[in-house]
């Protein structure tokens, strides 16, 4: 074959052969432009997932996004949804922005009581990750004393399980948004995420028997008030569980309403896990709460959990735990007000924020 006709073939293939087309080159002089820039980026990627950019800017843009300790970039970067900003480096007027993530639902909290509020509802959707960008106040108040007590809000007052949060910290980039990163929850707000969305196919066969079991459980509780239908919750776990001192179920189960629904046992995180389901399911305000308690006549304490039903706006303690004994139900941890809680339940982050 002549060289000229192989030469021919090997273009035309060439040709053939799709090229990535770049991007125009995004240019801005205006904060106007900046911003559609960022939301453009954003639209290219999916919700809450990583994604880089770069944007031409002019010098007299870049002095004022760079002014003030970067402070009008930060806040269009806000202004946009961006919640994770990563800026790589600038070279002349080209930002480049590397592994950014955008999140147009991320809450807003401007003090202790909106940012309790916000994780609980972050744990009530079982987000992967919570964002919440924090008003001046709040981050003040972040940066200064709360920090360390991050972890134990997420877990004593907001869904989240304390052992997939230990060694799994809050963090903060350069943004003033507040990230809880991957949390775990209770199993009972898996399930009624899942029914909630109507995405049940998502739970493990037996996730779903649980799930079907607990709308069984919560079928037979009459309609009442807060407190008839709390009490009959209670006499209902405290008569079909029974605590699982012996080990004798894997530890998902005797830690979850799985072994309760499922087996009849479980220990206190199965008992409270369950009392919520079956509460949610009968239209309480629940929370699960989870601190320490101490045994008659012992200094000693150890970890514990129970629950909160809110009852014409208060708080009650509801310890089902507790109250189910060898000899039969009994009623020392129900319906107790909040300001009355026993001197033996012992927690920093409650319903109502912190506790010395």
Same mark, same amino acid.
């Given at each position: #074959?002549?060289?000229?006709?192989?030469?021919?073939?090997?273009?035309?293939?060439?040709?053939?052969?799709?090229?990535?087309?770049?991007?125009?080159?995004?240019?801005?002089? =205006?904060?106007?432009?900046?911003?559609?820039? @960022?939301?453009?980026?954003?639209?290219?990627?999916?919700?809450?997932?990583?994604?880089?950019?770069?944007?031409? &800017? $002019?010098?007299?843009?870049?002095?004022?996004?760079?002014?003030?300790?970067?402070?009008?970039?930060? *806040?269009?970067?806000?202004?946009?949804?961006?919640?994770?900003?990563?800026?790589?480096?600038?070279?002349?007027?080209?930002?480049?922005?590397?592994?950014? &993530?955008?999140?147009?639902?991320?809450?807003?909290?401007?003090?202790?009581?909106?940012? *309790?509020?916000?994780?609980?509802?972050?744990?009530?959707?079982?987000?992967?990750?919570? /964002?919440? &960008?924090?008003?001046?106040?709040?981050?003040?108040?972040?940066?200064?004393?709360?920090?360390?007590?991050?972890?134990?809000?997420?877990?004593?007052?907001?869904? #989240? =399980?304390?052992?997939?949060?230990?060694?799994?910290?809050?963090?903060?980039?350069?943004?003033?948004?507040?990230?809880?990163?991957?949390?775990?929850?209770?199993?009972?707000?898996? @399930?009624?995420?899942?029914?909630? %969305?109507?995405?049940?196919?998502?739970?493990?066969?037996?996730? *779903?028997?649980?799930?079907?079991?607990?709308?069984?459980?919560?079928?037979?509780?009459?309609?009442?008030?807060?407190?008839?239908?709390?009490?009959?919750?209670?006499?209902?776990?405290?008569?079909?569980?029974?605590?699982?001192?012996?080990?004798?179920?894997?530890?998902?189960?005797?830690?979850?309403?799985?072994?309760?629904?499922?087996?009849?046992?479980?220990?206190?995180?199965?008992?409270?896990?369950?009392? /919520?389901?079956?509460? =949610?399911?009968?239209?309480?305000?629940?929370?699960?709460?989870?601190? %320490?308690?101490?045994?008659?006549?012992?200094?000693?304490?150890?970890?514990?959990?129970?629950?909160?039903?809110?009852?014409?706006?208060?708080?009650?303690?509801?310890?089902?735990?507790?109250?189910?004994?060898? $000899?039969?139900?009994?009623?020392? /941890?129900?319906?107790?007000?909040?300001?009355?809680?026993?001197?033996?339940?012992?927690? &920093?982050?409650?319903?109502?924020? #912190?506790?010395?």
């Amino acid at each position: #074959m002549k060289r000229w006709i192989l030469c021919f073939l090997i273009l035309a293939l060439l040709c053939a052969i799709p090229v990535p087309a770049f991007p125009e080159e995004v240019f801005c002089a =205006t904060e106007e432009e900046y911003l559609a820039a @960022l939301i453009a980026a954003k639209q290219s990627a999916e919700p809450r997932s990583f994604v880089s950019f770069e944007i031409r &800017v $002019s010098e007299e843009l870049l002095d004022a996004l760079y002014a003030d300790n970067y402070a009008l970039q930060h *806040q269009l970067e806000l202004q946009s949804g961006m919640v994770e900003a990563h800026e790589g480096s600038t070279s002349g007027v080209l930002i480049r922005y590397r592994n950014c &993530v955008f999140d147009d639902e991320a809450f807003y909290a401007e003090d202790l009581s909106s940012l *309790q509020a916000a994780l609980i509802q972050g744990a009530r959707e079982c987000r992967d990750k919570i /964002y919440v &960008v924090c008003g001046d106040a709040l981050l003040k108040q972040i940066s200064g004393d709360l920090w360390t007590e991050m972890q134990w809000l997420c877990i004593e007052g907001c869904g #989240m =399980t304390g052992m997939a949060m230990l060694g799994s910290y809050c963090t903060m980039g350069i943004l003033p948004v507040l990230c809880v990163p991957s949390p775990s929850y209770h199993e009972s707000y898996l @399930l009624l995420r899942a029914l909630e %969305t109507g995405n049940t196919s998502s739970l493990s066969a037996e996730e *779903q028997r649980a799930l079907e079991t607990a709308q069984a459980w919560a079928a037979e509780i009459a309609p009442g008030n807060a407190e008839d239908v709390m009490r009959q919750i209670h006499d209902m776990i405290c008569a079909r569980v029974r605590y699982d001192w012996d080990k004798e179920l894997d530890f998902d189960q005797r830690h979850s309403c799985l072994g309760a629904l499922l087996e009849g046992a479980c220990v206190c995180e199965g008992y409270v896990d369950t009392f /919520y389901l079956i509460g =949610t399911l009968c239209g309480l305000d629940v929370r699960i709460q989870t601190g %320490t308690v101490s045994a008659e006549g012992n200094s000693s304490r150890g970890n514990h959990a129970w629950n909160w039903v809110r009852v014409n706006g208060d708080w009650r303690l509801v310890d089902v735990t507790l109250d189910d004994q060898e $000899s039969g139900t009994t009623y020392d /941890y129900f319906n107790i007000p909040i300001s009355s809680a026993p001197g033996d339940h012992v927690w &920093v982050w409650g319903p109502d924020g #912190m506790r010395a």
